[in-house]
């Protein structure tokens, strides 16, 4: 085993965006105190979470057992949730030994990012001209209004309508600019793409939220999904688990699923049809990595935009659009 | 604000409202200063020196506020809400409070169409719609030209939310889903800008530059608030009272006195108040004052003949006369006096409009030469605001304005080029009128011939209006002048194909 190994933990539900505090998960052995972390990430394709030891911290001593502890925190602000408010209950202790190999390296996100292949995505699925596109004769919505103000056709676009732009739709006009939890047990705030931040990106979850995408969310295959809390189950749940889920997420964030099926390109055109469980994934690791452009360097955004180091909306800066 | 509101209708302050706790800007307390519960709107607007459509978005706020009225009694029953104690964001169904002032621009049979949406919903957009390109951003947003920042912000949030189209997912919205798109656009656009200190400076110049142009169009045509503002300042002449007719013969020799005595009294009374109307051009607070209590011992006036009511109705109408005159020369120093203060502070179109008015109340010769010479540096300092005001709109990708303005702008300097050139681009641009983005691109290439980018521009709008053989003539002299443009290289090519 790697001994500065990267940690993923995976739940049975999206986790709370405020959760992943460090407090939540401790590693221990019998001669060692708790470890020093980097911050954990929350991963809301792969419902994970992920961390590393600290810069500072002790790699692991080889050929030693070592125990994960997780567990919620007394501490509101570190609470450990999913993200419709279900808490984690009890104590979980996962048991790990180490191996002998000293030398073997790692990253935090083991598999490369293509820029490229987010941006051809976002094209493919969701850059028609009916859609988050240009409007191709310039009259009724000009060549930079695409829909609701959102165009994912080029990095250009991407990076004027999408990065750090409040998503319209989950702001609160009484609180401009505030991060917090809506009533519908969604965080508010979010902006379109957080750079460094998919489980604060809300196009993300609108995508999420799309049904139809038939493959288990886990990248070993079919996981158990249990049933969600009792006072936050639907009415009448889906059978399917990951159909089931992704209605529980839909019940929480506001909208349509995306992408919509009904705008086809063109007369006779199917529809861009679901995204695909591999496509989400580029995504995610796309805008974890900052959701850099696919050709060259971008330009910088509307002067004074600006995210904090948690990929939230500076409330003083921030400019809007939405869809997904 | 009501839809019957004109310049003759006379605001009132709501009784019993706390005029120092209304959460208010300077310009809505500059005009309740002036609200006497007499001068109308007009004369009110004349006063301030406000355009009228600012009126009508201080009087639809202070309306909202319940701190004016207008008509015989508040339509409201209960007493006015008490203000905040601290500034709270506005609530979220924010509405744009202008176009509730305006006429209607849409056809009812368009509200029938069958989709899910509430019709008071339905009726919202439709009015937003239809007045879209006629709202400046602090309009649309249903905010004051002040603002702070998060105001802008909280309105903002407030409406692009209620025009969110995703917000209806799953419904049919027909038409209204189009419509809601490019109102939910303006309102992106009005917030970039406005939420922004840089963009919302530059925007806020436009408007000023607008506004100027918008007073200058209102003094070319020949509008003239002060003139009715000064009608209504000064009170028609009431009609002098008939002769009260002689009382009949006492048919009961027993009936009280003081029965006569009291009807001579109050006609007498009623002369004095239509006197003091007529003077002082108010009649509620003479109603006001008691009447005097009748005196028994004195004896009952003799009613006046018809010769004596004649009499005082000449004299009365003389003094009126004599009024207005003092009014007109009064009036006509105070313009000029005010004229004299905008030429201090440079502002040549209120110097110009206040010397075109003294004029009207006194026809001096030097007073005309001035006027003249400040009228003619009145407009050329237009044409450069227009210009100014043009370019802000071409930059934001608004063709029809920028057409319009550069149009004006070319009005006070018939002979630059290239604003010419400008306006056939921009017309060209607003694609409507081709006809004429030709005649100013034919009079730009007319007054510089060697310059290509003016060639360009008229071969470019004679290839939209399906002109290919001028098209190619026109790029192939283009080409000529400047044989390494690209552009000329392409466009020329264009024509080439379509002429052949």
Not at chain 2, 59 to 72: H, I, K, N, P, V
Not at chain 2, 350 to 377: G, H, K
């Amino acid at each position: 085993m790697n001994l500065r190994p990267l940690f993923v933990v995976q739940f049975d539900r999206i986790m709370a965006l405020s959760s992943g505090a460090r407090t939540n998960f401790k590693i221990t052995s019998g001669t060692s105190g708790n470890l020093e972390f980097i911050q954990p990430r929350v991963d809301p394709v792969e419902r994970t979470v992920v961390f590393a030891l600290g810069p500072g911290a002790d790699p692991l001593q080889p050929n030693t057992e070592y125990r994960l502890i997780i567990e919620d925190s007394k501490r509101a602000a570190d609470r450990l949730a999913a993200f419709d408010g279900a808490p984690f209950e009890g104590r979980e202790v996962i048991r790990f030994t180490t191996g002998t190999d000293p030398t073997a390296q790692t990253s935090n996100d083991p598999q490369a990012v293509d820029a490229c292949a987010a941006v051809r995505a976002l094209q493919a699925k969701c850059s028609g001209a009916a859609c988050h596109g240009f409007d191709p004769t310039g009259r009724t919505r000009g060549p930079t209004a695409p829909a609701m103000g959102l165009s994912l056709v080029s990095d250009d676009a991407i990076d004027k309508t999408a990065k750090n732009r409040a998503a319209v739709l989950v702001q609160l006009a009484s609180e401009p600019g505030g991060t917090g939890e809506a009533s519908t047990k969604f965080p508010y705030g979010l902006p379109l793409i957080a750079p460094g931040a998919s489980s604060r990106s809300f196009l993300l979850y609108k995508i999420l939220i799309d049904s139809r995408r038939k493959a288990p969310l886990s990248p070993s295959g079919a996981v158990a999904i249990p049933p969600p809390h009792p006072d936050l189950a639907l009415e009448n749940p889906p059978a399917d688990p990951f159909v089931r889920m992704a209605a529980e997420l839909h019940a929480r964030v506001p909208g349509a699923p995306m992408p919509h099926d009904e705008l086809a390109p063109e007369p006779g055109h199917p529809g861009y049809g679901p995204m695909l469980l591999d496509e989400v994934r580029i995504l995610r690791r796309w805008i974890d990595d900052g959701a850099r452009p696919c050709v060259g360097t971008m330009a910088g955004g509307d002067a004074g935009t600006d995210v904090g180091a948690d990929g939230s909306v500076d409330g003083a800066t921030d400019a809007a659009a939405d869809g997904g | 604000m009501t839809d019957s509101l004109d310049r003759s209708s006379v605001p009132k302050i709501a009784p019993g409202c706390d005029l120092t706790k209304l959460p208010i800007g300077p310009r809505e307390g500059f005009v309740l200063s002036r609200i006497d519960g007499v001068t109308s709107i007009g004369a009110i607007a004349a006063l301030c020196g406000f355009p009228y459509d600012e009126m009508e978005r201080v009087f639809a706020r202070l309306s909202e506020l319940r701190a004016t009225y207008f008509g015989e009694a508040p339509p409201w029953s209960v007493p006015p809400p008490p203000p905040p104690e601290s500034p709270k964001p506005p609530p979220v169904a924010h509405r744009p409070v202008v176009v509730r002032s305006r006429p209607r621009r849409w056809s009812p049979d368009e509200l029938d169409e069958p989709v899910e949406l509430e019709r008071e919903f339905k009726t919202r957009i439709l009015d937003v719609f239809g007045w879209l390109d006629d709202l400046d951003h602090y309009e649309l947003l249903g905010v004051s030209r002040d603002a702070e920042r998060k105001a802008i912000k909280s309105a903002y949030y407030g409406l692009a939310s209620t025009f969110h189209t995703d917000r209806h997912f799953g419904k049919n919205l027909g038409s209204f889903k189009s419509k809601m798109e490019v109102i939910f656009g303006r309102i992106t656009a009005a917030h970039d800008i406005l939420a922004n200190k840089a963009r919302r400076a530059e925007y806020d110049a436009y408007l000023l530059d607008r506004d100027r142009t918008k007073a200058f169009e209102r003094y070319v045509a020949g509008e003239d608030p002060y003139e009715q503002a000064f009608e209504a300042s000064i009170p028609e002449p009431t009609p002098v009272p008939k002769p009260v007719p002689e009382p009949p013969p006492a048919s009961e020799p027993d009936a009280p006195p003081i029965s006569t005595r009291s009807a001579a009294e109050e006609a007498r009374r009623s002369r004095r108040e239509a006197l003091a109307r007529r003077l002082v051009g108010s009649s509620s607070r003479l109603r006001t004052s008691p009447a005097p209590a009748p005196t028994p011992s004195v004896p009952a006036p003799t009613p006046p003949t018809a010769e004596q009511s004649q009499a005082a109705a000449d004299a009365l109408r003389r003094r009126y006369e004599d009024s207005k005159d003092n009014a007109r020369r009064s009036l006509a120093k105070n313009l000029v006096d005010a004229a004299n203060k905008s030429l201090g502070q440079n502002d040549l179109l209120s110097a110009a409009t206040n010397l075109r008015l003294a004029l009207n109340y006194d026809d001096d010769p030097a007073l005309r030469e001035q006027y003249e010479d400040v009228n003619r540096r009145a407009r050329d300092t237009m044409a450069e605001t227009y210009l100014k005001q043009a370019r802000y709109e071409e930059q934001d990708g608004k063709w029809a304005a920028a057409a319009n303005s550069y149009t004006k702008a070319h009005e006070g300097r018939p002979d630059d080029a290239l604003l010419c050139e400008r306006t056939a681009h921009a017309l060209r641009m607003e694609g409507r009128d081709l006809h004429k983005a030709a005649r100013f691109a034919e009079l730009a290439v007319q007054k510089s011939p060697s310059t290509a980018d003016f060639r360009v521009t008229l071969g470019a709008v004679y290839l939209d209006a399906g002109l290919f053989l001028r098209a190619r003539s026109e790029l192939e002299q283009a080409a000529k002048i400047d044989p390494n443009s690209t552009v000329i290289k392409d466009l020329l090519a264009r024509a080439r194909k379509m002429a052949s």
